[in-house]
């Protein structure tokens, strides 16, 4: 009897802890069903929210953050970012831009989103006006010569592309052309300027062909796509790009380069 005893109670408490526990699972897998249906607040995805060169309006922020929140997002990031798209009216850090910042947050509250923003402009979260050239991100870029031998090769070789004016060497690499390429070495590629045109997004242009040749010619090597290409302002208060029309061996070919970039000359 006394071993019968002793065992009654371990059984009855395995099942009940077996019930319980079963019970408690069954109820977990519910939660987490709806949870996945209507996740919580606090479980809701939050998305990169891209301000495109200083391209943003007050209805576009309500339009964004409504959007957001139709479709469940928790919050977003705010990035300032300039991607090869043209510059709006409102440049980053300007009280223009500040105002859209403060009011992009009431709308945010309103919607109840969360909202953060990257230290910086940029990709890198490091860009600003403090930055120089020199601490700027950098890329790798490189020129080709080719030279048929033997023989002696005593010459200056073509910069590459640079951007913001930045230039430094890195090596100078010389290698026989592989074999399949032996004797192919051409002399450089003819590059012709047909035209070259300020233009205004909203209209109004300035044929500036004349004056880019004349930099050309005079041997700079890095142009700053400005008014002072045009000796005017064309379409004051817009946007301008400047567009280049030319023939590299008889192909037509157009470049196009934004307000304030530089546009480097490689045509030897």
Known sequence: MYTIRRMIP????VIMLCATACADTTGTETDLARGFVNPPHSAKPHTWWHWMYGNITKEG?????????QIGLGGAQIFNVDSGVLPGPVPF????WREYFKFAIQQANRLGL??????CAGWSSSGGPWNTATNAMQRLTSSETRAQGPAVFDAVLPQPEVSLGFYRDIAVLAFKAPAGEAGSATSAAKLEIQRAVYVAVGGGSADV?????????SGRKSIVVNND???SDPASGQVKQLQIEYTVD???LTLWVD?????????E
Not at 114 to 119: F, I, K, R, T
């Open 259 to 267: 307000e304030g970039k530089t546009f480097t000359n490689r045509s």
């Open 93 to 96: 850090m300007s009280p223009e």
């Open 10 to 13: 371990g059984t009855l408490l």
């Open 250 to 252: 008889g192909k037509a």
């Open 209 to 217: 062909t004349a004056n880019l040749m004349a930099l050309i010619k």
């Open 114 to 119: 969360e909202m953060c923003v990257a230290n």
């Open 229 to 231: 290409l045009a000796g």
């Open 61 to 69: 922020i309500t339009a964004d953050l409504e959007a957001m929140q």
